[in-house]
């Protein structure tokens, strides 16, 4: 086996001794440096080129990847990264801008996905942990029974409390936080409602007002912004209320989400009120009996 073939086995990232394991021979290595096919990112560590600078931390301080830091890495969604999280069964010391989650085994570079998912379900705040949870099940990667599965022990309360607010029709980090904002705070929130002639819209509140998250990746290109056009024109044909609010903000701050809803509901109310005060004189006496 070359080095390349072996480090690709190793998930890109191997020390020496692990590279001589599984058949690579010192010259072989040395030529795959000398041509550039393979790196050196620290002493005894080699590497395919481009290998990320966290997979190296982590191998040179005997740790694989772990919890959030290794959601990424399983392709998953993460709204903050908090920090580099490592997993070691030894007495790795914390980085200082992250922590070290101990296990009993060592894995490779990254952890497996139900390890990493069991760490961020007892690890990361509630609404971040959502995301990451809630991903893989959109993704198709786990059921939820799995992830009840991962959830016994130490924690399992708070991990099911997380567990239980995953909705599996979620198609985005903005739609998942702007959604469990919502139902927190005390509103009915249905995910991806359908609409005849508009089709999939983000976010549908109270039965009354619909959302779309308007995220530039998603609606950057002319087509794509033609067709959000016409679908919220359509919409407004129907006579249905649409918000259209951007990511970003969301991203930065989800309760941000409150302050459009609680004024559109708000007005609703408001709007409810000052029609009943304005019909009622016609309703009965006063200005009704002169017609």
């Known amino acids: ?77 993460v709204h903050h990264r908090q920090g580099l999280h490592l997993s070691s069964p030894r007495g790795v010391r914390a980085p200082s801008n992250g922590r070290v ?26 609404r971040e942990a959502l995301v990451v949870a809630e991903s893989a099940v959109v993704k198709g990667l786990v059921t939820l029974d799995d992830l009840e599965g991962l959830s016994a022990g130490r924690g399992s309360l708070r991990a099911a409390a997380v567990i239980a607010r995953i909705d599996a029709r979620a198609e985005s980090v903005p739609e998942t936080l702007a959604r469990d904002v919502l139902r927190a705070a005390g509103y009915a929130v249905a995910c991806q409602r359908r609409i005849r002639g508009v089709g999939r819209v983000d976010l549908e509140v109270d039965g009354a007002l619909l959302i779309e998250i308007d995220g530039r990746t998603y609606h950057s290109d002319e087509r794509s912004f033609a067709e959000d056009r016409r679908r919220w024109n359509e919409l407004t044909i129907q006579g249905r209320d649409v918000l259209v609010l951007p ?8 309760e941000s989400v409150l302050e459009p809803v609680g004024r559109y509901f708000l007005g609703r109310a408001s709007s409810a009120g000052a029609t009943s ?6 309703v009965s006496g006063g200005a009704a009996d002169a017609w």
């Not at 990511?247 to 989800?254: G, V, W």
Request: proline content about 8%.
């Open 1 to 77: 086996m070359d080095a390349e073939e072996a480090l690709a086995d190793a998930g890109g990232l191997a020390r020496w001794k692990a590279l001589a394991a599984s058949g690579v021979q010192a010259r072989q290595l040395r030529a795959a440096v000398a041509a550039g096919t393979v790196v050196r990112p620290g002493h005894g560590l080699y590497a395919v080129p481009g290998i990320a600078p966290e997979l190296v931390t982590a191998l040179s301080r005997g740790s694989s990847l772990g919890c959030v830091s290794a959601a990424r890495f399983h392709g998953l969604w």
């Open 101 to 126: 989650h101990r296990l009993r085994q060592s894995h490779g570079p990254v952890v497996p996905l139900d390890v990493c998912l069991r760490q961020v379900l007892g690890c990361l705040p509630d």
């Open 277 to 282: 005060v304005a019909v009622s004189p016609w």
């Open 247 to 254: 990511a970003k903000p969301i991203l930065m701050r989800p």
